[in-house]
């Protein structure tokens, strides 16, 4: 019997497996079951002598772009209960993000998870995000692709003194990273209302 032939390797209060089913782009990236192209790009969106906020590369996939932003200060309120885990969230790690598409289109992302947009409309929403007292870091999804052209990524943190900054990437070379994004399971269930 090997190490892992035990009976706990074989809950039977597990059940029965489920099959994923492929979502809409505009409900988030399809993280289940396509592998996305990296793009590993490192930008500088907003800076001064305390603060810096950098896009740290970009996970392109078939109808979105992730975005990997790294979030450090030199100097931070101290923790409210040093050693127990993840700091609240404050007003003092409260920095705006937006995207402008060359055609005029633009995205801010919310402080609340919103309802995705119409059809036509821009989804720019937080993923996750995680760090300590000194470093952030988020993951924004981007619903559609952009268009050809450029697309800028703006920010903005008052508290921080960094004023409304624009970063511009050509948006071709997402929708082509994009395109080579590896759909491992192509023929999954869809969900309702899920379009490819």
């Not at 892992?4 to 497996?17: M, S």
């Not at 409309?121 to 988020?138: D, E, I, K, T, W």
């Not at 997402?174 to 192509?186: E, L, T």
Request: net charge positive; charged share 25%.
């Amino acid at each position: 019997m090997g190490f892992f032939d035990t009976a706990a390797a074989h809950d039977p209060r597990l059940g029965r497996p489920t099959e994923q089913q492929a979502g809409s782009g505009r409900s988030g990236p399809p993280e289940g079951w396509v592998l996305p192209t990296v793009l590993p790009s490192v930008r500088v969106l907003g800076q001064t002598d305390k603060v810096r906020i950098a896009l740290v590369g970009m996970r392109c996939w078939p109808d979105g772009v992730s975005f990997g932003l790294h979030v450090l200060r030199r100097w931070a309120p101290p923790l409210p209960r040093p050693g127990f885990g993840f700091p609240p969230e404050s007003d003092d790690w409260s920095f705006r993000f937006g995207v402008k598409f060359a055609d005029g289109r633009v995205g801010i992302a919310p402080k609340r998870l919103t309802p995705p947009p119409e059809a036509d409309g821009v989804l720019l929403r937080q993923q996750r995000g995680g760090g300590g007292q000194h470093f952030r870091q988020y993951d924004f999804y981007l619903w559609p692709l952009p268009p050809r052209g450029r697309l800028t990524l703006v920010l903005d943190w008052p508290v921080e003194g960094i004023t409304e900054t624009r970063t511009e990437f050509d948006a071709g070379e997402i929708r082509s990273a994009a395109a080579r994004a590896v759909v491992v399971w192509s023929d999954l269930p869809k969900t309702n209302g899920a379009v490819r």
